[in-house]
């Protein structure tokens, strides 16, 4: 099921769609990383093993999202019951590219959507604060043949954020953004290939 969508905060109708629809991730040449959300129960298993492993579902559509700022918006900083536990899960950029040639995006054709292996969505970026920023944010639904491959053949490690994650989330509400700012990765705009921006940067 895709995810709820909303517009982002003060995008003009003259905004350059380039400008809108960009992947901000960290990322080096060879790997990119992806941030989710789950319960001690999956995320503990998980780390021992340095891949996902039971009871993580791999029947069911899991969603990979290369923005920190955008998973804590949705996770309240990992408290929401079964969200607790916030890992970096770094892939090859090979399988991210594959994942993203195989998607197609949840607001075009209904049929095909249903069809597609991968979902593509875009929502509004978030500030540390949990604003609405006037770009997007994507995020990536794999199915069931892509989690395998996910799981089984791309994952270079997995980190868990958690403390870290804590340490920030104390320091914004104590108005100290921009220290919370440094405890968390950077994030760069991700050189998508031509022909991938072109089918999937747009709503």
């Not at 003009?12 to 992806?34: M, Q, Y």
């Not at 309240?76 to 040639?101: C, S």
């Not at 639904?141 to 104390?170: C, H, K, M, N, Y």
């Amino acid at each position: 099921m895709a995810q709820q969508r909303s517009s982002p905060r003060g995008t003009g109708a003259t905004r350059n769609p380039s400008e809108l629809h960009v992947v901000r991730a960290d990322f080096d040449d060879s790997t990119i990383v992806v941030y989710q959300a789950y319960a001690p129960a999956i995320a503990e298993p998980a780390l021992r093993a340095g891949r996902f492993v039971a009871p993580f579902s791999f029947r069911r559509m899991t969603w990979i999202k290369p923005s920190l700022p955008w998973l804590l918006h949705r996770s309240n900083w990992g408290t929401k019951p079964g969200q607790e536990r916030v890992l970096a899960v770094r892939i090859t950029r090979r399988g991210w590219e594959r994942a993203l040639a195989a998607a197609e995006l949840t607001t075009g054709d209904p049929q095909r959507t249903a069809a597609a292996e991968v979902h593509v969505q875009w929502d509004p970026e978030r500030s540390l604060r949990g604003a609405a920023l006037n770009h997007y944010s994507i995020q990536v639904g794999l199915g069931r043949e892509t989690i395998r491959a996910f799981a089984e053949e791309w994952i270079v490690s997995l980190t868990d954020l958690t403390p870290q994650i804590r340490r920030a989330a104390e320091l914004v509400r104590t108005g100290r953004t921009e220290q919370a700012r440094r405890l968390l990765p950077d994030e760069r705009r991700y050189p998508l290939p031509v022909e991938l921006t072109a089918r999937l940067c747009r709503v």
